[in-house]
């Protein structure tokens, strides 16, 4: 069976996160589209669930992305993939101090405790991984921005104290996404004050969020490398790898998708009913994106499906199932 390849679209600027994961692990940053059809960039959507970062990129990086980066697989995909669930140590510890839990309930929470420990640590080892692979790239990154070659921009905040920030937008019945970017000096970056993982950066005197780059100028700076591969044939708007050439994996889909919701609602009210949805919403948004590719060959972003399970969680799902990470 070949491998079909499809042409994607890249956005025309990419989150600060977004380039160093291209530059670590190579994954390209791709045009998706909230629940509105906005592609998610531009989207006002992506940034209810978090004052200083959107949610856009998968929390879980693939076993290609991590032998790629030279570091063991990812523990958080494997627990997503199979189905685990586990609160924080600590919530633990309190529910066990309740005296009103009967024994079985007791011992479930227990056992799950204890799993949950080793999760923990699981994550930390490879966190410590995952640190050593950025180092290199944080500072190639750093040295484009502060020498001017790689542009940025991002909101201003008044004042580097993000909680003053936010108390000061909401006597002005505004929020941060209310600030318009603005371009950021090269004189501005220090090593040490930027924050990959949340796109924001600060120094003594001032702090942005929502940092963008240029798409195009990343991967112009960062070409990232190269592996030529034969067997490849296109057919209309699609490439079709030969399956005894190296395969290739395969990205989202071209255009701006209609999203068929009302299938989706059915889907999550019969996990409700069968007792299947996941504890962890983050669980709930890698099952979605895999039923709409599988069903409709379509991938939403995580901001269009987070967005949609919002309600669901509220309502059904007790509190408390944090990520650990």
């Not at 204890?114 to 640190?131: L, N």
């Not at 999203?259 to 009913?273: L, T």
Request: with cysteine; hydrophobic share 35%.
């Amino acid at each position: 069976m070949p491998t079909y390849l499809q042409i994607v679209q890249i956005p025309d600027r990419c989150f600060l996160q977004e380039v160093l994961l291209w530059v670590t692990f190579q994954r390209l940053p791709t045009s998706s589209y909230d629940s509105e059809g906005v592609e998610v960039h531009e989207s006002r959507e992506i940034y209810d669930y978090a004052h200083d970062h959107p949610e856009i990129v998968d929390e879980y990086f693939t076993e290609d992305e991590c032998s790629r980066a030279g570091i063991p697989p990812d523990p958080y995909l494997r627990a997503i993939l199979e189905g685990e669930s586990f609160l924080e140590v600590a919530r633990y510890d309190e529910l066990l101090k309740r005296r009103d839990l009967d024994d079985p309930t007791r011992e479930k929470f227990a056992r799950e405790r204890e799993q949950g420990v080793k999760f923990a640590a699981e994550c930390e080892t490879w966190q410590s991984h995952y640190r050593q692979a950025i180092e290199y790239p944080v500072s190639r990154i750093f040295v484009a921005l502060k020498s001017g070659a790689l542009n940025a921009q991002g909101r201003l905040l008044p004042t580097p104290n993000l909680e003053a920030v936010l108390k000061t937008l909401a006597k002005q019945d505004k929020e941060i996404v209310d600030i318009e970017p603005s371009a950021i000096p090269s004189s501005f970056w220090t090593l040490k004050g930027i924050e990959f993982d949340k796109s924001l950066a600060y120094n003594d005197n001032a702090r942005y969020c929502h940092i963008t780059c240029p798409t195009r100028e990343v991967l112009a700076i960062f070409p990232g490398e190269r592996q030529t591969v034969g067997g490849v044939q296109r057919v209309g708007d699609s490439f079709v790898l030969d399956e005894l050439a190296e395969k290739l994996p395969v990205n989202s889909v071209r255009g701006r998708p209609s999203y068929p919701w009302d299938g989706f609602h059915i889907e999550v009210a019969a996990m409700i009913r069968d007792g299947m949805l996941p504890q962890k919403k983050e669980a709930a948004i890698h099952h979605f994106q895999e039923w709409f590719k599988q069903e409709h060959g379509i991938r939403p972003s995580r901001a269009a499906i987070g967005e949609k399970l919002k309600p669901y969680y509220e309502k059904f799902v007790r509190p408390g199932g944090q990520k650990i990470r």
